[in-house]
Structures are given as C-alpha cells and as structure tokens.
C-alpha cells in the first residue's frame, strides 16, 4: 500500500493544482473548510461527478488527505505521482478487504480520509446509491463525516473529456456527523439505511447552495 505524503510535498502540489488547473482555469471557491478538523481521524464524502473531483476536494482543504482512487489510475508517472501524494488503489466492484483494512487503520493513525460514497461518477443529475461500505467504515471507526458538496466539475471535465475546460469550480464542506448520531433504528439494517440517506440528504443540501441540483436516488 501506498505511504503517507510528506506534508510540504502534499501543499506544493496542492498549490499547483489550485492555481493553474483551477483559479487561472475558470476560478475556484472553497467554502466550510474549517468543518474539517486539522488533526484526528475524519471521513471527506464529496459528490462525485468529475476527474477532477479530487483535486478539487484537496485544493478546498487546508490539511493533507487520503484518497481511495480506482486501480486504473495508479500506472505510469501518473500512478507515482498519486502513490507520491498518498492515494492508494481501490479494486471497483470487488470484497477489496485489503483496501478496506487499510483505510481502517489509516482512520485509526488519525488521518483525513476522502471517500466518494457513490463509488463511480453520476451524471450530475442523479446520485448514485450512497455505497454501504462508507456506512461501515463510519460505524467501525466512530470517526466524524464531513459531507461535501461540489459543482462545476462536471462543466469543467465531464465525462469522456480528456482536457479540462474553462469552468468555475466551488466546493463546500459540511458540518460534520458521526454514524452513531444517527443510529437510531431497531436493527443494523435500519442504522444503515439512516446513515446513507442522511448522508446523502446533507451532500445534496450542499450541492444546492453551489449551484448544483441533484436528485435524490431512488435505490438509496
């Protein structure tokens, strides 16, 4: 697995990014991100529409972040460079235990976490089902969820784009919550099932206030 970024290494690159893919690429407005505590353990989960939603879920923040990233993006220098910055590969449709172990215990050295809980990219209409996996990780851990809203990724590098666009990008953090804030279900099941549509509900809030009207799954 992929080891930790070195924190000033995380901030250049963060500042690159934030600066020509974004600012001088259409602008950038990053909002709540004192919701996001600048030590201990805590979940990101963003809306995921866009590439370059996690680029833009890191230029939004002011500490270094985890990324779970699909395997496919970690080949050639590209796949260095997300190693370099600490993402680490996740297996898409697949018991990835060993992915799951490990952001367990990345959680449990006190790190910030980015998970996009839909699992793939939506179509900037719908969500997708919030993933029952991120329901499980905030049960296991205990650990605060920030939800995120973001909107103009979609503009900016939409599906089957290879080249990013002129587009103003605005990201949103939450107030955070914890799973036991709303386990309050007769069974397992039900906490689940509270978890991922108040999650949901809250990203979809977000959204809104950035422009960005998504609806509600109907699978959730």
């Not at 898409?92 to 235990?97: F, S």
């Not at 949103?172 to 914890?178: H, I, K, L, Q």
């Amino acid at each position: 697995m992929s080891t930790k970024a070195h924190p000033t290494w995380f901030a250049f690159v963060r500042w690159l990014v934030r600066t020509f893919f974004f600012q001088l690429g259409g602008g950038f407005k990053s909002s709540g991100w004192e919701n996001i505590p600048m030590t201990g353990a805590v979940i990101i989960a963003p809306n995921h529409v866009s590439n370059a939603d996690p680029p833009a879920v890191a230029c939004g923040g002011r500490r270094a972040m985890r990324f779970m990233a699909k395997e496919e993006l970690f080949k050639g220098f590209f796949g260095k460079i997300c190693r370099s910055l600490g993402a680490y590969p996740v297996k898409r449709g697949e018991g990835d235990t060993e992915s799951i172990r490990f952001s367990i215990e990345m959680l449990a050295a006190g790190d910030a976490l980015v998970v996009f809980p839909e699992g793939v990219r939506g179509d900037g209409i719908t969500m997708n089902p919030i993933s029952r996996g991120v329901a499980m990780l905030a049960k296991r851990t205990g650990v605060p969820v920030v939800p995120t809203g973001i909107a103009g990724t979609q503009v900016k590098m939409p599906r089957g784009s290879a080249l990013p666009k002129f587009a103003k990008v605005s990201i949103v953090y939450g107030e955070p919550f914890t799973y036991a804030d709303v386990a309050t279900g007769a069974n397992e099941r039900e906490n689940r099932e509270l978890f991922c549509r108040e999650l949901e509900r809250r990203i979809i809030e977000l959204c809104a206030t950035q422009g960005l009207t998504l609806k509600t799954s109907e699978k959730s």
